[in-house]
Nanobody
Framework: QVQLVESGGGLVQAGGSLRLSCAGS????????MGWYRQAPGKRRELVAV???????NYADSVKGRFTISRENAKNTVYLQMNSLKPEDTAVYYC????????????WGQGTQVTVSS
C-alpha cells in the first residue's frame, strides 16, 4: 500500500511564496516519477510539475520560471517551491506518484489547499 502525506499549503498574498512537501511510503520501489497536480473549482485537474528519479522534469507553461520541483530520493520526498504566486494559482494541489513523467500517475495524495489573495 502506498501512502502520500502532503504539507505546506495555506493562504498567501499575490507575489508571495509557498513550499509544498510530499513524503511517500509503502511499496513504491517501482515508482519513478513524483509530481504535483492542481484542481481549481469547476476546472479539471491539471499537471503542475513532475520530476523523475534522474531529475528530469516537466512543467506546465503557466508555472515555468515561478515554480521549482525537486526531490530527495532517499526520503521518497518531493517538493514544490512556488514563487511569485498569482490568484490564478489558487487550487487544491495533489501530490502524485507514477512510473514515468510521461504517464498518468498511479497514486495520489489527499490534496492541500493553496489560496492566493489579490
Amino acid at each position: 500500500q502506498v501512502q502520500l502525506v502532503e504539507s505546506g499549503g495555506g493562504l498567501v498574498q499575490a507575489g508571495g511564496s509557498l513550499r509544498l512537501s510530499c513524503a511517500g511510503s509503502g511499496s513504491i520501489f517501482s515508482i519513478n516519477a513524483m509530481g504535483w497536480y492542481r484542481q481549481a473549482p469547476g476546472k479539471r485537474r491539471e499537471l503542475v510539475a513532475v520530476i523523475a528519479s534522474d531529475r528530469s522534469t516537466n512543467y506546465a507553461d503557466s508555472v515555468k520560471g515561478r515554480f521549482t520541483i525537486s526531490r530527495e530520493n532517499a526520503k521518497n520526498t518531493v517538493y514544490l517551491q512556488m514563487n511569485s504566486l498569482k490568484p490564478e494559482d489558487t487550487a487544491v494541489y495533489y501530490c502524485s506518484l507514477g512510473t514515468s513523467i510521461s504517464s498518468n500517475p498511479r497514486y495520489w495524495g489527499q490534496g492541500t489547499q493553496v489560496t492566493v489573495s489579490s
